[in-house]
């Protein structure tokens, strides 16, 4: 009896002391982790500013903090938050609308008033949606109308620009002018843009510019030279300053070509084109453009509803596309405050934050890109994000539109294609001119995940390589 006792004794002292070998194979390797990541940054940022935390991901307490609580730039990473926040206001089911209307009778194929385009901030409205709105028209018989063809961009607010965005960047297709009604030029939703190409053959002549999808609104300024193969290209594409005059000025070698996309002034007036080029050549009379809003007494005759969100948002964090995040903070604040506005929207992204348990205190931004160098956050509060989302039905799908470290293509690494090898790194990266941040989930070698917020501004030169050291510590140590 007494050898059974000896025995269970030892046996419950045995098993008993795992917890605690665990808890201090744990503390080491957080030991070990934090001397190597102060160690990379006192070798590599002694005059930057930085802020970085690491949570361990079931629980989310932290295990790391260098100035977690300093807020920095986020740069593109405030595109977390703008995501999270459309997912659960907006819900991952949810589409955008886009719609078509007459008010008058047709007779004898005569449309005896207008044809109105409708915007319902749709960031994936395509020259093909144009098409079958086109298509729809003719099928009513229409050959002519007496009115105009007009757009309703009533659904948000009049102000185009975020803050923050400087004249020199406004024709950079980065910096899309937003609209209720806006178009893109292919499907990786570059909003507000249109594609310009320059191309030729015969020396000493100019080279042809098309745009593409072509719109009679938007003038081209041709001031180009075709050179003898081999020669150097000196071709420049901008959009003036306040209008929608695109000049393209510079040689071109016999045989090449340049291709670039440029924001349009007014894509309100952009996409209603797009649409009459349609109609002309389905054999409907050329007709006036115009913006208005569509009366009361008009019959809908057309609807184009979005993919849904979860799907667009896959591409907004895998492609970083700065004016979807424009468009999703408006709509935002039109969904949940009635006021298509960037006002309105942040109103709405900060009350979806203090309602998820972050400390707004930490936050302040001014746009929906993260293009504003105006932003700030707290690597402890971005960390904590990542966090909270973890418990969202729609968790899953928002892991799954972040870029994959290593792992080829724009729909799946995307801007982490050929960073961190060998590592599984799920992560949104960011990047305005001296500022660099990364924030996402790492695996470590135990096989536990982790969540990572790094940021840091000040930068006079590249910190991805720094930043990605830091994050193959988190994964090697624990």
Do not use: C
Not at 418 to 431: P, W
Request: avoid cysteine; glycine fraction near 10%; aromatic fraction near 8%.
């Amino acid at each position: 009896m007494k050898k059974k006792i000896i025995i269970y004794t030892m046996l419950f002292m045995l098993f008993s002391s795992f917890p605690l070998i665990n808890v201090e194979q744990a503390w080491a390797s957080e030991q070990t982790m934090t001397t190597k990541i102060n160690t990379i940054i006192t070798k590599n940022w002694k005059n930057n500013e930085y802020s970085i935390t690491v949570r361990e991901m079931e629980r989310g307490d932290v295990i790391y903090s260098n100035n977690g609580d300093k807020m920095i730039r986020p740069a593109s990473t405030h595109k977390l938050l703008v995501s999270a926040a459309a997912l659960d206001l907006l819900g991952p089911d949810y589409r955008f609308t886009t719609k078509a209307y007459i008010d008058g009778p047709v007779e004898n194929g005569i449309l005896q008033g207008n044809i109105y385009l409708q915007g319902g901030g749709d960031p994936t409205l395509l020259p093909v949606h144009l098409e079958s709105f086109a298509n729809g028209i003719k099928k009513l018989g229409i050959t002519k109308i007496t009115g105009k063809l007009i757009a309703d961009d009533t659904w948000f607010d009049d102000d185009r620009l975020a803050k923050g965005i400087v004249p020199e960047e406004e024709a950079l297709s980065y910096a899309s002018r937003i609209s209720a009604l806006t178009l893109s030029p292919n499907d990786q939703y570059d909003v507000g843009n249109v594609q310009v190409k320059v191309t030729g053959t015969k020396i000493g002549q100019a080279a042809s510019v098309q745009l593409f999808p072509h719109a009679s609104t938007i003038p081209i300024v041709n001031k180009t030279k075709i050179i003898k193969k081999g020669g150097k290209s000196t071709i420049n594409i901008t959009r003036e300053y306040g209008t929608d005059r695109i000049v393209v000025t510079g040689n071109l070698p016999a045989g090449t070509e340049k291709n670039t996309y440029v924001t349009v002034y007014n894509p309100t007036l952009y996409t209603l084109d797009v649409l009459r080029e349609k109609l002309i050549a389905k054999g409907i009379q050329q007709m006036p453009l115009d913006i208005g809003k569509v009366p009361n007494n008009a019959q809908r005759i057309g609807i184009s509803n979005s993919i849904q969100l979860k799907d667009i948002n896959f591409r907004f964090l895998k492609l970083s596309i700065n004016g979807m995040g424009e468009m999703l903070t408006k709509q935002i604040g039109k969904e949940l405050l009635g006021e298509g506005s960037w006002s309105a929207g942040i109103q709405a992204i900060r009350t979806y934050g203090i309602d998820t348990g972050l400390d707004m205190d930490q936050w302040y931004f001014e746009d929906g890109s993260g293009l504003n160098h105006q932003n700030r956050v707290s690597s402890m509060q971005e960390s904590l994000l990542l966090y909270k989302v973890r418990n969202k039905s729609w968790y899953f799908s928002y892991l799954d539109a972040l870029p994959h470290a290593g792992r080829k293509g724009k729909l799946v690494g995307a801007t982490l294609e050929n960073r961190l090898k060998g590592y599984s790194v799920s992560a949104k990266t960011g990047y305005i001119t001296g500022t660099y941040a990364l924030s996402g989930y790492v695996q470590g070698k135990s096989g536990k995940w982790y969540i990572f917020s790094i940021l840091t501004q000040a930068n006079k030169g590249a910190a991805i390589t720094t930043i990605d050291e830091i994050v193959k510590q988190i994964a090697n140590e624990m």
